[in-house]
């Protein structure tokens, strides 16, 4: 994974007080919810992966939960 896309993953763990994790797993809780989404649209944002990379990054998600998250 790449370096800036866990430093991203991190300040927003950080943010809302989530480990990253948790950011990265399967768990659902609004908070957790919340930090991923912020970061996975910072790293579209701020990167040039596509949809399938960062779903594959985010573990292992779908492309479509990936842009379901930028809306």
């Given at each position: 994974m790449s370096?800036?896309?866990m430093e991203i993953?991190?300040?927003e763990g950080?943010?809302?007080?989530?480990p990253s994790f948790e950011i990265?797993?399967?768990r659902r809780t609004k908070r957790?919810?919340?930090?991923?989404?912020?970061?996975?649209r910072r790293c579209r944002k701020e990167?040039?992966?596509s949809l399938?990379?960062?779903g594959e990054m985010?573990?292992?998600?779908?492309?479509?939960?990936?842009?379901?998250?930028?809306k």
């Amino acid at each position: 994974m790449s370096g800036k896309i866990m430093e991203i993953i991190e300040e927003e763990g950080t943010k809302l007080g989530v480990p990253s994790f948790e950011i990265l797993g399967r768990r659902r809780t609004k908070r957790v919810v919340e930090a991923r989404k912020n970061a996975i649209r910072r790293c579209r944002k701020e990167t040039c992966y596509s949809l399938a990379e960062l779903g594959e990054m985010f573990g292992g998600r779908d492309h479509t939960t990936i842009l379901h998250h930028l809306k």
